[in-house]
């Protein structure tokens, strides 16, 4: 079983600076995979960005990047330059190798002042 | 990319009635899809897995015969929920994965239905 862990439920960021969203993981699977998601007030589930337990290098996409600290169990998401448009709740999802099953943290609701 | 559409958006509907919520991949084929559930402000909680041509598998506490799922095409799966009461009101949420698929694509996820039961 799966087990993810997002401690901080909510976060406010002035615009144009760069925020953590923090995510510590449970596994016994071997190989696993870690995804981060944006869901909006309109409930739609985004893909922000994915790392593989045996990718050597740490994952970018635009203004994220995830610090992926295999032996500490962490995968915590950056965001760079804030928007008023990151404003959301983000999500920490893992699945394991055998059968696709996403598990979810808790969240954490982001809030980006002007 | 992918696409996953889900209809009925919103739903409202009287206590003791069902609701049925069609989850559809519009440009690939399904091997599984998955439902959950969301409460306001909470995570997102799996409900089962569909599979075409098989039953589905659920989670642990989820009714089955609650919450019926069909997977009746590699395209389509529907939630029926059955004698909805007002507990039963959530936003419900289903994701898709491909047959071919990169790994970052696993699961494509539709807009949601929002079910509010009177």
């Known amino acids: 079983a799966q087990k993810i862990t997002q401690t901080q439920p909510g976060m406010f960021v002035q615009e144009k600076e760069a925020v953590t969203l923090d995510c510590t993981y449970d596994?016994?699977?071997?190989?696993?995979?870690l995804f981060w998601y944006k869901q909006p007030s309109s409930g739609e589930m985004i893909f922000l960005i994915y790392?593989?337990?045996?990718?050597?290098q740490n994952a970018t996409e635009g203004r994220y990047s995830l610090n992926f600290q295999k032996a500490r169990k962490s995968a915590n998401l950056v965001i760079s330059a804030s928007q008023l448009g990151d404003s959301a709740m983000y999500f920490c999802?893992?699945?394991?190798?055998?059968?696709?099953?996403?598990?979810f943290g808790a969240g954490t609701t982001v809030t980006v002042r002007a | 990319g992918a696409v996953v559409s889900q209809h009925p958006s919103r739903v409202i509907c009287k206590s003791g009635t069902s609701v049925k919520i069609e989850c559809r991949s519009l440009?690939?084929?399904?091997?599984?899809m998955f439902w959950y559930r969301q409460f306001p402000k909470q995570s997102l909680m799996l409900m089962a897995t569909?599979?075409?041509?098989?039953?589905?598998?659920?989670e642990q506490g989820v009714e089955k015969d609650k919450f019926l799922i069909n997977h009746a095409s590699l395209t389509l799966s529907t939630l029926t929920v059955t004698s909805a009461h007002p507990e039963d009101s959530s936003f419900y949420i289903c994701?898709?994965?491909?047959?071919?698929?990169?790994?970052?694509?696993?699961?494509?996820f539709g807009p949601g239905t929002r079910l509010t039961v009177l």
């Open positions: 596994t016994s699977d071997p190989s696993y995979g």
């Open positions: 790392q593989g337990s045996y990718d050597q």
């Open positions: 999802a893992m699945w394991g190798s055998n059968d696709y099953k996403l598990s």
């Open positions: 440009d690939f084929q399904a091997t599984t």
């Open positions: 994701s898709a994965r491909s047959q071919v698929t990169r790994i970052t694509d696993t699961q494509y």
């Open positions: 569909s599979n075409e041509g098989s039953k589905a598998t659920y």
